[in-house]
């Protein structure tokens, strides 16, 4: 099955007599002991094990684990490593993972922080202990573009595991399980979901190792499972996913070039752009460029603000991945200690006519 068909029909596991079309949701917490049933629903339910079955399919892996948010996904790969692993992890890396390393792993775990575009820093990095290279490309709110295969070699050669949060690509655009990585990551609060009404993560495997099945446990005894609606919510809004994709790329690529030309703009990072510097491997690794980019804006924070309280379809707001179009001054967002400059706007390109953004985006910036 091609992805289109993967999407729609994989997650529908219909075991109801009736024969409903879709699946329906199950909120039982409990099941009635028999041989093969499910138990109690912290441990399964119909609705996530559709969910992890399509998600699966979607990654190419051999298993998934859904959670109640992208962060807990990433704490539950975090959770998994023995006391006194290293981590090599990007210097951009998603802010709220940097936090949860920083400050709920500060005594178990250590972590260096690298520029992931430098495979020579990147290899510098490891250590003895490092028992675990995280990715995440395209990065937040860079765009910067990391080489899953080479970096995935580089660390199996040091005996470490690969994980990568595949966000803002999603499977539609990028299958890091294919290149070389173990554990693709995911917000699924994002492009999976698509309309921001819902919170969830997930971690998809290549192989059911003893690392994964140490990451199912945190999963199952640690408790941060998805709820039979929002696994509902999520099989239902990632049918679309596919088609969702296509239209954010295809509005992202335009009017990442109507902003590099644009004179208020001093710098645009898209990696389907020409110039940017990550362009030739996304385009290698990538099938698309995706829907997310940004900018900075000659003037600074205050002009940037401006910029953005003169937007009518873009939502001065956080997140991203839905079909509203969001935009935010990115380093406001992520307070005082964010590395981010202060005049770069963030944005989620949404699916509206491409026509309103553009023309919404040229009277702001005018
Ligand atoms: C949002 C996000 C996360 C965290 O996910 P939540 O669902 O907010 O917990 C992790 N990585 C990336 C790239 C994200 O955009």
Redesign the pocket.
């Given at each position: 099955m091609k992805l289109e068909t993967l999407a729609i029909h994989a997650g529908n596991i219909i075991t109801d007599s009736h024969k409903p079309v879709v699946q329906p949701i199950t909120l039982s917490t409990t099941f009635v002991h028999q041989p093969d049933s499910m138990i109690y629903s912290r441990a399964q339910n119909p609705n996530r094990f559709a969910l992890e079955s399509l998600l699966a399919k979607l990654e190419k892996g051999k298993s998934a684990a859904a959670f109640s948010?992208?962060?807990?996904?990433?704490v539950a790969v975090f959770q998994a490593l023995p006391a006194g692993s290293h981590i090599v992890a990007p210097d951009d890396m998603?802010h709220?993972?940097r936090n949860a390393l920083l400050t709920i792993f500060d005594d178990s775990l250590r972590v260096t922080f690298v520029d992931m575009t430098d495979p020579v820093q990147v290899a510098d990095a490891f250590e003895a202990e490092t028992k675990l290279l995280w990715i995440?490309t395209p990065?937040?709110p860079l765009l910067k573009i990391s080489d899953i295969s080479r970096l995935s070699k580089l660390a199996k050669a040091k005996g470490a595991k690969v994980v990568c949060?595949n966000?803002?690509a999603t499977p539609v655009f990028q299958n890091p399980l294919l290149l070389g990585a173990d554990i693709v990551?995911?917000?699924?609060?994002?492009y999976f979901g698509g309309h921001s009404d819902i919170?969830?993560?997930a971690l998809i495997a290549k192989e059911e190792d003893d690392f994964w099945k140490k990451i199912l446990n945190v999963q199952k005894t640690g408790g941060a499972v998805p709820s039979p609606f929002d696994c509902y919510y999520l099989t239902r809004s990632i049918k679309t996913l596919p088609y969702r994709m296509k239209g954010h790329a295809e509005h992202a690529g335009v009017i990442a070039t109507f902003l590099a030309q644009h004179p208020k703009v001093e710098r645009v990072f898209y990696p389907g752009l020409l110039d940017h510097p990550g362009h030739e491997i996304a385009a290698n690794q990538m099938t698309g460029f995706g829907g997310m980019l940004s900018f900075l804006v000659e003037g600074g924070a205050s002009e940037a603000d401006r910029v953005i309280s003169k937007l009518k379809y873009f939502t001065n707001a956080t997140?991203?991945?839905g079909v509203e179009s969001l935009i935010e001054r990115r380093a406001a967002s992520e307070g005082p200690d964010s590395k981010t400059p202060q005049n770069l706007i963030r944005v989620s390109v949404g699916l509206e006519h491409l026509d309103d953004l553009l023309e919404d985006l040229n009277e702001a910036l005018s």
């Open positions: 948010s992208g962060n807990a996904a990433g998603y709220g993972l995440e990065s937040n949060d966000t803002f990551m995911h917000s699924s609060t994002k919170l969830g993560g997140s991203l991945g």
